[in-house]
């Protein structure tokens, strides 16, 4: 072999990321000693970019396409080296390829239970999980901020990140709603709502592009839920204001429905055999009655048909004829209609 041909095999005529591996955002093309051939070809495919960095300092950025490296097609790069050559000298320069593919169904969840400030209970601890998906959609942050020089980088490394990111953001977000955490729990579309806008912005800081972020299930500590319960118990005497009471069923009635969805048949299938749907539509009726008397007089309503009602529904779950989901969700219910 002569020293010509060795020479020209230390050039790159063609530079391309075939993303042979899932889950990479940032692939360093791999140089070493080599160098790029003037004129060489650079394939940049769908749902990628590659960036030209020299000594640290981001030259060039190209989106998708088949470019042919020149002085024209690289003139900031032509200028930082300051030739005189007009090109004609092989060169040499970090290039990385970033993956801008939409990474979706990520999860994301609470690994400990974060503390917000709430309306009614000033500071609580709660548990979310959830979906997000994402993806780098400004590369010169990406790199700057997250990625840097490393030869591949992928998504769960930068997932460690953001995870944390989410979960502070979401602590402010749901902190600084004007919006009691009982009625986002019911209504976890709006939780989400809530809680994207300000995501999103965090996200944008490191040149990542928030896709679609939603929350699957909230919960409470077993204590907290627990103290919930009491002050339920107590409200059905008198104990709690009608706008408490609303937040606490409107909470307990969302936590219910997965719970009954998971049983077969649902609330629906209650009533299959020994008549367990007939008294429970019983009960629920009375509830609905009960809810719409005159406001005359209110602690009739509240006093021995409400608990006779409920003995009812819990003779029907010690015997094994309902679902505990069922209980709760039925219980949930009868509040509700009772506080109108």
């Known amino acids: ?27 360093r093309f791999p140089m070493q000693d080599f160098e790029i051939q003037n004129g060489a070809i650079l394939n940049v495919r769908e749902s990628q970019v590659a960036v030209f960095v020299n000594e640290g300092v981001i030259a060039d950025v190209f989106g998708p396409g088949t470019h042919k490296l020149t002085t024209q097609t690289l003139p900031i790069l032509t200028n930082l080296k300051n030739w005189d050559k007009f090109f004609d000298s092989p060169f040499k320069s970090d290039v990385y390829y970033f993956s801008t593919r939409v990474q979706t169904g990520r999860k994301w969840g609470t690994p400990q239970p974060i503390t917000i400030r709430d309306k009614d209970f000033d500071m609580i601890r709660v548990r979310a999980f959830g979906m997000f998906s994402y993806r780098v959609a400004d590369a010169r942050k990406f790199f700057t901020e997250i990625s840097g020089t490393r030869e591949v980088y992928t998504r769960d490394e930068v997932e460690e990140q953001l995870r944390g990111l989410l979960m502070a953001t979401m602590a402010s977000s749901l902190g600084g709603a004007n919006v009691a955490f009982l009625d986002m729990a019911a209504n976890q579309a709006l939780m989400a709502q809530s809680v994207k806008g300000d995501l999103a912005a965090a996200f944008a800081r490191y040149g990542i592009g928030l896709d679609e972020f939603n929350v699957a299930s909230v919960s409470l500590p077993e204590e907290l839920q627990a103290a919930l319960d009491e002050r339920i118990s107590a409200g059905m005497k008198g104990g709690l204001s009608a706008d408490k009471m609303a937040g606490f069923t409107k909470f307990n009635v969302a936590s219910s429905i997965p719970l009954a969805a998971q049983n077969e048949g649902g609330l629906a299938g209650i009533g299959a055999g020994l008549g367990a749907g007939a008294m429970l539509g019983q009960a629920m009726a009375q509830g609905m009655a009960s809810a719409t008397a005159q406001p005359a007089a209110p602690a009739a309503a509240a006093e021995v048909p409400i608990e006779e009602r409920l003995a009812k529904l819990k003779g029907l779950l010690d015997k094994g004829l309902i679902s505990a989901a069922d209980y709760d969700s039925t219980k949930a219910e009868l509040l509700k209609k009772l506080i109108g």
């Open 1 to 27: 072999m002569s020293l010509g041909s060795f020479i020209k095999k230390q050039f790159i005529d063609v530079l391309q990321w075939n993303e042979e591996t899932e889950g990479v955002l940032a692939w």
